[in-house]
């Protein structure tokens, strides 16, 4: 006898249930990309591990799946090497192909290689499910789908409030009200350069991300602990008292950031996308956020972040310019910005404030109970016409007893049983059942038709 | 300067235009799925290698994708085993995972484990990549989709006839002609029984299958070769000079079989089904063909295979009943039937019969050019309002030379520009240019969103 099958730590199954609430996302999210004009790729899941390492840093290298060559793995690889070399060397010697890990390495690559058949801006969205081995936990999964939208080849902001209109779409298409957070990683540069610190942008924007948390007292304490000095920080102090609207923070920071020109230069991209709501306003709250610091390692202009605004749960969508993302596959000087979806936080979402659709519009509507052989030869044709009116209906497969083929229409959540005995056959109708009431209707096979398309 | 990148061999690419194509053929299988009550699920690209081992024959085996333990995997394996031990024993001592070869194994671990809170019969459908190290070649691929539909804990016929209809409906959708073969492993069995030779059934069926090919003394020649008996031989001798109509086919083998319990009742079933075709008859062409013989190993009655009746490209979709799927993962006596669509292959039949559609609901229909930021803020509620209307629409994020912009709506195949200059900025109009005819129009919004709803 076999053990109770399982699968691998981190990933998962997804029932019929769970799968019609993932499609709702991910068709939602869908559609609106393609009312803006993007278009869809895939890759593949394997890629050259070469074209994986060393774009996540040395942490994201370890989390890489790498896929055994197939064969004699072992062929070129001398007995001491094998016994010797370190798990991370040798794995690489035994292994040529790894998983992705994400959908903007994979695209970067695509455009690369693709980069005489690419229209450029190229407009793309990317749904598929990345992979890493990292340690399992709550709302952590080793398998999980990543919904890219990206523009590249084009260095407008336009393309970012275009991202922005897509994300308060999506967003009420859903049924979720968020709050979009703006910042600039150049008003970001533009502050570490007015207080005399160009260096040490990375270490102010850490400490000024725990500003809700600890404090103006706690940050600068802990700016002082990452070694900055007393006249710096003191410039800084009243950059973290700012207060007032966004107009009213905008006027500051020009002021603020008069001697950086990087500084005044993402002042006013930042502007520019608050202007823009102006012409289009969004259903979204955006607010300019200084202490959103998301991506910094990459992101070198707008950084964008979304959050519910009726429940805490983190990032649902984030995303940022790169200025070179290509560059890494020696294509440079291509600009590019996107933002990434969050399929299983917005399911959390969706599902805690109960926000999921009832049911989805092919769901089974209509079961025929099966009373043996004739009454069967007699349905066959009107389910075949229900079924090209688009409604979906089935026919109890086996002569089963009444009570497990009801059974089977309850937990299948089906809300009408059709009952079809000989009297029916005689007079050419059909008895209809409503599971919940229990209310019986006997119509010809036309009524039956339009009595479901409008239930 | 790196190298121009790539992906690994057997592994592709879908471009935009793929990806509509592609699209096209998933969402029409799917909507029959879904219209006929079967659900979707899906199962993790990775499966423990022990669920994957052993299923699919030692060649199977050595197809499987596995995955590099993370971390130290070489940690528990002596020196002396990583140096000696062939790579296939040492492969499964350093890899747990492995990539899904088929969702025929993933779906009978899916309904072992989760037997609890599935409802019985279980129709579902599931649609996914696969993985195989098999050596790549022309429409042979490492990574591809499946596209499976199969009921479990049903033997009623019924659920074939069902899948028989799905496939009619499916290539009807799709626009193509098909014939629809059928075969039975029972009728098989019977055969070998009916000529005396009842545990030579797969040597019979393996010369059958080469009838057209290799004629009857071929066939003859094939089986002597292969050991079986002249009396054997001889009584094989009508079956295979067997002609006429399905009727007739079905009379001889009446008497034919009248020895074999087992190839009667496989008669029967086939029977059965062309019998449920008369209640509601099929659009394609469906026929008995005993020299079917599709995975004997493992289908325990109804074959079914589906080929192109236009052009000549091999199986487009199959499938079978088999009794005992669930059987390794230690859950007996579970009968369930199924059938797979073959993506890629329909992929090529669609392109060679040039059956795909034009365009997608959804492809770009409008472009507007930018003339600068005040042209902008006046487009922006007009885009707005187009896309609320589902009319997929775009503005050239760059003010970027004319010529360049209409090139971008040439390249995008994208129908329509919109010009908008002071002079439709004063009158409250836009100018309309469709991109074929070089026509132009000026209209007001409103005026807008009917001309490209109803184009």
Same mark, same amino acid.
């Given at each position: 006898m076999a053990d109770k099958p399982s699968i691998p730590k981190g990933t998962r199954d997804f029932s019929p249930l769970e799968m019609a609430r993932r499609t709702y996302i991910f068709d939602s999210i869908r559609r609106i990309f393609k009312v803006h004009g993007y278009l869809p790729i895939e890759t593949p899941a394997m890629e050259n591990l070469s074209s994986l390492m060393g774009k996540y840093g040395d942490e994201g290298d370890k989390l890489l799946f790498k896929?055994?060559?197939?064969?004699?793995?072992?062929?070129?690889?001398?007995?001491?090497?094998? !016994?010797e070399l370190p798990a991370?060397? $040798?794995?690489?010697? #035994?292994? /040529?192909?790894?998983?992705?890990?994400?959908?903007?390495?994979?695209?970067?690559?695509?455009?690369?290689?693709?980069?005489?058949e690419i229209t450029f801006p190229f407009k793309r969205y990317q749904i598929q499910p990345v992979w890493r081995a990292d340690r399992p936990q709550r709302g952590r999964?080793?398998?999980?789908?990543?919904?890219?939208?990206?523009?590249?080849?084009?260095? !407008?902001?336009?393309?970012?409030?275009? $991202?922005?209109?897509? #994300?308060? /779409?999506?967003?009420e298409a859903l049924g979720l009200q968020v709050v979009i957070?703006?910042?600039?990683?150049?008003?970001?540069?533009g502050i570490a350069e007015a207080i005399g610190a160009p260096e040490r942008m990375s270490d102010i924007t850490v400490a000024m991300d725990k500003l809700e948390k600890i404090g103006l007292e706690g940050v600068l304490a802990e700016l002082e602990q990452r070694g900055l000095g007393l006249a710096a920080r003191e410039q $800084?102090?009243?950059?973290?008292?700012?207060?007032g609207s966004t107009t009213e923070k905008f006027a500051f920071l020009e002021e603020y950031l008069a001697g950086s020109e990087t500084g005044l230069e993402g002042l006013d991209e930042v502007r520019s996308l608050f202007d823009y709501t102006e012409s289009d306003p969004l259903g979204a709250l955006m607010e300019f956020d200084l202490t959103l610091a998301r991506g910094l390692s990459y992101y070198t202009g707008s950084i964008i972040e979304v959050k519910s605004a009726e429940m805490s749960m983190g990032s649902i969508c984030g995303g940022g310019r790169y200025d070179d993302l290509t560059g890494i596959f020696g294509m440079v000087g291509v600009s590019g910005v996107g933002v990434s979806f969050g399929a299983d936080r917005i399911y959390d979402v969706l599902l805690q404030l109960e926000r999921f659709p009832e049911r989805g519009a092919l769901d089974t509507r209509l079961l025929?109970?099966?009373?043996?052989?004739?009454?069967?030869?007699?349905?066959?044709?009107?389910?075949?016409?229900?079924?090209?009116?688009?409604?979906?209906?089935?026919?109890?497969?086996?002569?089963?007893?009444?009570?497990?083929?009801?059974?089977?229409?309850?937990?299948?959540?089906?809300?009408?049983?059709?009952?079809?005995?000989?009297?029916?056959?005689?007079?050419?109708?059909?008895?209809?059942?409503?599971?919940?009431t229990g209310k019986q209707e006997r119509l010809a096979p036309e009524e039956l038709i339009e009595r479901l398309s409008s239930a």
């Open positions: 896929i055994l060559n197939s064969g004699d793995f072992k062929a070129k690889i001398r007995p001491d090497e094998l !016994a991370g060397r $040798l794995g690489t010697m #035994i292994s /040529e192909k790894g998983l992705r890990y994400d959908l903007t390495v994979p695209f970067a690559r695509f455009v690369v290689q693709h980069r005489n999964y080793r398998e999980f789908y990543q919904c890219d939208v990206d523009v590249i080849g084009s260095d !407008a902001l336009l393309n970012e409030f275009e $991202l922005i209109q897509i #994300i308060d /779409e999506v967003f957070q703006l910042n600039n990683r150049k008003v970001l540069a $800084l102090n009243p950059l973290l008292k700012m207060e025929f109970v099966n009373f043996g052989e004739r009454e069967v030869r007699h349905i066959l044709p009107i389910l075949g016409r229900l079924r090209k009116n688009n409604i979906a209906s089935e026919l109890y497969p086996d002569q089963a007893k009444m009570k497990k083929q009801l059974n089977y229409a309850d937990k299948r959540n089906i809300p009408f049983v059709a009952l079809v005995g000989e009297q029916e056959i005689a007079d050419g109708v059909v008895t209809l059942k409503e599971m919940e």
